[in-house]
């Protein structure tokens, strides 16, 4: 079997993307009428929608780059351009985002304010996880949505305390002995790199430098952490957790995206071993024991601090 090089490979890459781009463009532009531009029908239109030339006057690009652009030539494009095409056409974000992996151009999406709230589906779902502990996290660690072993392993008193349901928060700020995560110092460098590397999509926006700005000051910590400048990207990790109830429990942690949640992912942690298993069904049986206990506390703060700190 002939070897394949990493150069064919890019080269059939990119000669199969022209025409997905050509016919995408033409298909785009079918669907864009002149009324929906502001010009006039005009007379013997034979096309559904737009003109090249028309596109090509309301991007403000020239009329042959445009249409070489949709023919599928090798012509080099910048994200202004395609940004203009865009508007031009009306793309919806995941359009645009297509439009530009077709285009071979490093797509950067527009800043988002980031979730806030969840629904009814998504706290079904990690409700029926129980008694595995499962929560809801965007991309800054604000706590969204629990189900109770969460709250029972996490939101214990000394956590409530902090007032603020965001994990970091919380871990930098309680003392380590009323910590409810064991290993502060393995687990703690790896969470601020994961929060770095999904602060490169927001660098200068007030609310993620406002929070990074206060948590440093809270937590000199924090600050060293932040100073290294680590990046890694979530992923599955063992945790040990202390409940005073029930003593120690290992626990593996696996993030899944939430489709219509951006920046958002469902932390599930499974137990590592027998004894863990055996501790969170004591800890499930505690908790139907105590009901109704500090658990519905712990719920309201968190919808009324999301309630309260809407989105930027």
């Not at 806030?116 to 998504?122: A, H, I, L, Q």
């Amino acid at each position: 079997m002939k070897d394949v090089t990493t150069g064919d490979v890019t080269m059939r890459t990119t000669q199969r993307r022209r025409p997905e781009l050509a016919a995408f463009l033409r298909s785009r532009r079918a669907r864009v009428t002149p009324a929906d531009v502001g010009m006039p029908p005009g007379l013997r239109r034979r096309t559904p929608g737009l003109r090249r030339e028309e596109v090509a006057q309301l991007s403000g690009v020239g009329v042959t780059w445009y249409t070489w652009l949709e023919q599928g030539r090798p012509i080099n494009a910048s994200a202004q351009v395609l940004d203009a095409v865009a508007r031009t056409l009306r793309l919806d974000p995941p359009e645009r985002e297509h439009l530009y992996r077709l285009a071979e151009v490093p797509f950067a999406a527009a800043p988002e304010g980031l979730t806030r709230t969840v629904g009814p589906e998504v706290q079904g779902i990690i409700d029926a996880l129980d008694p595995l502990a499962a929560v809801v996290y965007n991309s800054r660690y604000d706590i969204l949505a629990t189900n109770g072993t969460y709250r029972d392993l996490f939101l214990v008193p000394s956590t409530l305390e902090t007032g603020v349901p965001n994990v970091l928060w919380v871990l930098f700020t309680v003392a380590e002995e009323t910590s409810p995560v064991v290993h502060r110092e393995r687990e703690l460098p790896v969470m601020v790199a994961t929060l770095r590397s999904s602060y490169g999509r927001h660098v200068g926006e007030p609310a993620w430098e406002n929070y990074i700005r206060g948590l440093s000051s809270a937590s000199p910590y924090f600050a060293e952490l932040w100073a290294r400048g680590a990046v890694t990207p979530p992923g599955p990790r063992v945790k040990t957790f202390r409940h005073e109830a029930v003593g120690e429990l290992r626990m593996t942690s696996q993030s899944l995206s939430v489709d219509g949640m951006p920046e958002c992912r469902i932390v599930v942690y499974t137990p590592e071993d027998e004894e863990a298993r055996r501790r969170l069904a004591l800890l499930k049986e505690r908790r139907q024991r105590l009901w109704p206990p500090t658990d519905r506390g712990a719920a309201e703060i968190i919808r009324r601090w999301n309630a309260e700190n809407p989105a930027p």
